[in-house]
């Protein structure tokens, strides 16, 4: 590549790692970018996803903050995210790139309808809870554990939106701050992103200098996000999820 396709390829990664701490969907600015410098879609898709493991773990630095106590969670979804990833990593090679193409927005807007519907339900599953005298389960229980495997499978597979999924489910099943919940995501898409990496390094071939330059530049969008994200309000940071979902799903509609 030229200079300036590598520095679009590096602006990329850094809107990438920033887009990806605050909310997810970080491929989408990333993998059309490597589309149009030559790649092919596997190419950049394993490309994308080795570059990214760097903002991912940049991102969770910046929220380590929001990380403690959270260690017992975080080994508990990191589980369903590692099998998930590997799970996704092995369809991408033997799925036509096309088999996703349909359900997957489908699955970010109800992602979306879950993010906005999440204070309200959240209110209606604690009154149930007080009048059964039932206590929530602090990690979301066997019900977010299969959500979060599958939505790993996904971001084994392509990635794009897999944050709000996250977000969505663990903003409903998990009774904390959605603050603290984004840190979380931030881990786990850092499991996600180098479980398929590694899986990819012995059945794809990598561009390595996108790769390098989607890595610098997305480990310091991940300490910006982390500067952004960590003070937006709950009600911003719900909207701008929306916001980032419904460009997703016009994305990935319109081709």
């Known amino acids: 590549?030229?200079?300036?396709?590598?520095?679009?390829?590096?602006?990329?990664?850094?809107?990438?790692?920033?887009?990806?701490?605050?909310?997810?969907?970080?491929?989408?600015?990333?993998?059309?970018?490597?589309?149009?410098?030559?790649?092919?879609?596997?190419?950049?898709?394993v490309s994308n996803a080795l570059g990214l493991v760097p903002g991912s773990v940049s991102g969770a630095i910046g929220y380590r903050r929001e990380l403690r106590g959270q260690r017992d969670r975080v080994l508990r979804l990191s589980g369903a995210a590692f099998v998930g990833a590997l799970a996704?990593?092995?369809?991408?090679?033997?799925?036509?790139?096309?088999?996703?193409?349909?359900?997957?927005?489908?699955?970010?807007?109800?992602?979306l309808v879950l993010v906005i519907a999440q204070p309200r339900l959240s209110r209606v599953i604690q009154r149930r809870r007080e009048r059964t005298g039932e206590s929530g389960h602090p990690h979301g229980g066997p019900v977010l554990l299969g959500g979060m495997t599958l939505s790993s499978a996904y971001g084994g597979y392509f990635g794009a939106a897999q944050g709000v999924i996250y977000l969505a489910l663990m903003g409903l099943l998990v009774p904390d701050d959605l603050q603290r919940i984004n840190a979380v995501k931030n881990v786990l898409g850092a499991i996600v992103n180098g479980t398929a990496a590694l899986?990819?390094?012995?059945?794809?071939?990598?561009?390595?200098?996108?790769?390098?330059?989607?890595?610098?530049?997305?480990?310091?969008?991940?300490?910006?996000?982390?500067?952004?994200?960590?003070?937006?309000?709950?009600?911003?940071?719900?909207?701008?999820?929306?916001?980032?979902?419904?460009?997703?799903?016009?994305?990935?509609?319109?081709?």
């Open 1 to 45: 590549m030229d200079i300036w396709e590598a520095l679009a390829v590096f602006a990329a990664g850094i809107g990438a790692g920033t887009i990806n701490t605050i909310v997810g969907s970080g491929t989408l600015i990333t993998f059309p970018v490597l589309l149009a410098i030559g790649l092919s879609p596997v190419t950049a898709n």
């Open 88 to 111: 996704g990593a092995a369809l991408l090679i033997t799925l036509p790139s096309t088999a996703f193409d349909m359900i997957v927005p489908v699955l970010i807007a109800l992602a």
């Open 199 to 255: 899986f990819f390094l012995f059945v794809a071939d990598f561009d390595w200098t996108a790769v390098l330059l989607i890595a610098v530049g997305s480990a310091v969008g991940g300490q910006l996000g982390a500067r952004l994200g960590r003070r937006l309000p709950p009600t911003a940071l719900r909207a701008v999820i929306v916001v980032v979902g419904v460009v997703a799903i016009l994305q990935l509609s319109l081709g």
